[in-house]
């Protein structure tokens, strides 16, 4: 039996894409019969990362990570993210000739820089050396591929998104959800610095604007937009059906590479609003009927109220989990048949 072993530093109780798309990606390669092991925080002593403690940082040595994974005798590895564990994973499969392959999953130094005084630049050198000393670098989307190709990380492999339709789809509407007045504007996602969301928030709109989930930036924007109604998180039902109640789904976000939340909207007959960058022109496309893109997020926000949602249904049936984790397994197994790259050439600046 194929034994894929993966490692992350994005794992519970944090609730984020890289942990969605790695918790849909192992059940569906489960029921292709392919045995997965997991390699997260969970099995370390951790503490809250500094400006974000949602996040846990793994406080460990290689030798117990390397034990962790000599435990699970893989067959592949995979390494989801470039954190504690990722990089003591990396050092273990080099040493042991083990092949292997990463994803890039967040703009890790974007994200960085915003809360540390670091040089993009510097970040972006540690990020060609870590994900080219793999076989292979999964990405979600076409215009991330070509962004990173021109920061020189190779080897780059497309590994998409899906969504649960059973969950996400148009369910029956209130007339006064949330006790607000229509339309209501949604966003759903972490509260903090990265999503942007004074962009949204700031918007002079008719109706009302509704942010759904949590996060270190919480308590200052609720004092900041007092008009703005924030729910907290919300999870399984309760999350999908707060979906169905928006009349347009907004994604401020400038740094996300995918938007796992976009496909959520769009299968709930929900059209979006965002700007025309990574992860939105991806999936809604300049010309799309379910979405609308625009530099002036205000005026998509507007253009999105007369687009469809039998069209935002149709988009979001086009992505599927199953086809998401073929691709993932097809790179694995392709990543392990190619020769280990000397990483050792690969230049830090």
Known sequence: MTR????????????????????????????????????????????????????????????????????????????????????????????NHMRFSTSYHTRFPEYVAARFPVPESWLYAFVRWFHNGGNACMVATQSLENELEDRGVRNLKRWSRGIDLAQFHPRQRRDAPFDL???????????????????????????????????????????????????????GEDLADAYAQADVFVFPSRTDTFGNTILEALASGVPVAAYPVTG??????????????????????????DCSSKDAIALARTYSWEKASRQFLDNVTAAANNCLPDFRATPAV
């Open 280 to 305: 939105p022109i991806d999936i809604i496309g300049p010309n799309s009927k379910a979405g609308a893109l625009n530099r002036d997020l205000r005026q998509a926000c507007l253009d999105a109220l």
């Open 181 to 235: 007045p229509r339309p209501i504007f949604m966003t759903v996602g972490r509260v903090a610095v990265e999503k942007n969301l004074p962009d949204f928030l700031k918007l002079d709109l008719p109706g009302s604007k509704v942010v759904v989930g949590d996060g270190p930036a919480r308590a200052d924007l609720q004092a900041q937009f007092p008009n703005v109604h924030f729910t907290g998180t919300k999870t």
């Open 4 to 95: 894929i072993t993966i490692v992350t530093d994005a794992w519970h109780p944090q609730v984020n894409g890289v942990v969605r798309s790695i918790e849909n990606t192992n059940a569906e390669l489960q029921r292709m019969g392919v045995e997965v092991c997991m390699v997260t925080p969970q099995s370390f002593h951790n503490v809250p990362c500094p400006t974000y403690p949602e996040i846990r940082l793994s406080v460990t040595s290689y030798r117990h990570v390397a034990q962790e994974i000599e435990k699970s005798q893989p067959s592949y590895v995979h390494i989801a993210t470039e954190g504690p564990l990722g990089f003591l994973a990396r050092r273990w499969c080099i040493k």
